[in-house]
Nanobody, 127 residues
Framework: QVQLVESGGGLVQAGGSLRLSCAASGSTLSMYAMAWFRQAPGKEREVVASISRSGGSTYYTDSVKGRFTISRDSARNTVFLQMNGLKPEDTAVYFC????????????????????WGQGTQVTVSS
């Protein structure tokens, strides 16, 4: 069973950048589709970006397109979320999620489709 640990969150001014990391242990991520979700206070958890097992397919929610980039590094067994041009509305707890996926280019975007979650990392963007 894979375990996930997020890092890289923090406090940043609007327009700044952060790079979130999701390090996996207990299993290789090569058989997992991955995603970053976020949850702000009083709001539902929403997908930010997802990436297929192969890394060849990605998805971004409209509000982060052109600003965020999801990537995966097989050698480091880690998934990243590069966040540029941060806005106050990006403030949330960010979660990494993984799910076993046999199809190499499938991306999944619903929380119910993911069985393994990290503990979350807080991202706060000040105006």
């Amino acid at each position: 069973q894979v375990q996930l640990v997020e890092s890289g969150g923090g406090l940043v001014q609007a327009g700044g950048s952060l790079r979130l990391s999701c390090a996996a242990s207990g299993s290789t991520l090569s058989m997992y589709a991955m995603a970053w979700f976020r949850q702000a206070p009083g709001k539902e958890r929403e997908v930010v970006a997802s990436i297929s097992r192969s890394g060849g397919s990605t998805y971004y929610t409209d509000s982060v397109k052109g600003r965020f980039t999801i990537s995966r590094d097989s050698a480091r067994n880690t998934v990243f979320l590069q966040m540029n041009g941060l806005k106050p509305e990006d403030t949330a707890v960010y979660f990494c999620a993984a799910t076993l996926q046999w199809l190499p280019n499938t991306v999944l975007n619903r929380p119910s489709e993911y069985g393994t979650w990290g503990q979350g990392t807080q991202v706060t963007v000040s105006s």
